[in-house]
């Protein structure tokens, strides 16, 4: 079945930029989503298609995919941002079975 | 605004059934596919299910496959789970949520998400 592996935790300073990164073989041929989720409540969306960011995400959120590594970039991290981050993407083989990442802890600190 | 509230949930003793809910408001509900994801307790989120907007298709995660049945009925704006045969391991949180862009029939990932309904498999 498809996977999606992402590194189990990250680490940055306020103010520093942390990169998130997710890798899947259909990620050329297919859509990357990321979301945070806080302990507690629901996850939130904030970059849809690789690349873009819903109204009321910050700018700081950003997301690019080479090849087949996802990675979102949170520019000038801040303590609120300390939270899971999960990446969410389709299987290219057409049976359009859907897989999140194991999810990213990150902390700002 | 778009809002999508979850129930069903509960303690359930194993091999026994449960039917979740997802109610739909704030947009056209109709116009959307929607999904199901779980997460067990201390863990990642885990893609479930997805219907599309038309409710002709129809995707399961394998390690649900043949035990659980997504449906919906658009009159009611509702989204269904219908959980058969549980298992310990189906203990988690389920959430519902809508895919981000309407008549998606496809690769669409979620947007909104509701707050959850517990399910907990337990004799």
């Known amino acids: 079945s498809y996977e999606l592996t992402q590194s189990p935790s990250v680490s940055v300073s306020p103010g520093q930029t942390a990169r998130i990164t997710c890798s899947g073989d259909a990620l050329p041929y297919k859509y990357t989503y990321w979301y945070l989720q806080k302990s507690g409540q629901a996850p939130v969306l904030v970059i849809y298609e690789d690349n873009k960011r819903p109204s009321g995400i910050p700018e700081r959120f950003s997301g690019s995919t080479s090849g087949t590594v996802a990675t979102l970039i949170i520019s000038g991290a801040q303590v609120e941002d300390e939270a899971d981050y999960y990446c969410?993407?389709?299987?290219?083989?057409?049976?359009?079975?859907?897989?999140f990442g194991g999810g990213t802890k990150l902390t700002v600190l | 605004q778009v809002q999508l509230v979850e129930s069903g949930g509960g303690v359930v003793q194993p091999g026994r059934s449960l039917r979740l809910s997802c109610v739909g408001s704030?947009?056209?509900?109709?116009?959307?596919?929607m999904l199901w994801v779980r997460q067990a307790p201390g863990k990642g989120l885990e893609w479930v299910s997805v219907?599309?907007?038309?409710?002709?298709?129809?995707y399961y995660a394998d390690s649900v496959k043949g035990r659980f049945t997504i449906s919906r009925d658009n009159s009611k704006n509702t989204v269904y789970l219908q959980i058969n045969g549980l298992r310990a391991e189906d203990t988690a949180v389920y959430y519902c949520?809508?895919?981000?862009?309407?008549?998606?029939?496809?690769?669409?990932?979620?947007?909104?998400w509701g707050q959850g309904t517990l399910v907990t498999v337990s004799s």
């Open positions: 949520a809508r895919e981000h862009s309407p008549f998606c029939g496809g690769d669409c990932g979620p947007d909104y």
């Open positions: 704030g947009f056209t509900f109709m116009d959307y596919g």
């Open positions: 969410f993407s389709t299987d290219s083989s057409g049976n359009h079975t859907r897989v």
């Open positions: 219907i599309w907007f038309n409710g002709n298709d129809k």
